[in-house]
């Protein structure tokens, strides 16, 4: 299992800037996939960025060029900077941790974190 904490969250003004951080319970090279999900008002909850332990990483459309995932092994953490932010990007912010055990997928979930886009 795993413990998510997430900070960072908050209002911003159309364009600015956030950095969101999530702090796992274990060691992220012993997880496979660190991620950011969103989930809007009355929206399906969708991918936003992802990362391997092997440091691949994954965006969705709509914020490539914008947002960066990172992660910080020494501290057991995972980030998402998010530049030029949109009224669009408004969401809770979800962190997801999957674990491989015997190659089956499990995934587990922070408790999310506010973002509002708004002047």
């Known amino acids: 299992q795993v413990q998510l904490v997430e900070s960072g969250g908050g209002l911003v003004q159309p364009g600015g800037s956030l950095r969101l951080s999530c702090a796992a319970s274990r060691s992220l090279y012993s997880i496979y996939t660190m991620g950011w999900y969103r989930q809007a008002p009355g929206k399906q909850r969708e991918l936003v960025a992802a990362?391997?332990?092997?440091?691949?990483?994954n965006y969705a459309d709509s914020v490539k060029g914008r947002f960066t995932i990172s992660t910080d092994n020494a501290k057991n953490t995972v980030y998402l900077q998010m530049n030029s932010l949109k009224p669009e990007d408004t969401a809770v912010y979800y962190c997801?941790?999957?674990?491989?055990?015997?190659?089956?997928?499990?995934?587990?979930w922070g408790q999310g974190t506010q973002v509002t886009v708004s002047s």
């Open positions: 997801n941790a999957q674990i491989l055990v015997l190659l089956t997928p499990y995934d587990y």
């Open positions: 990362i391997t332990s092997g440091s691949s990483t």
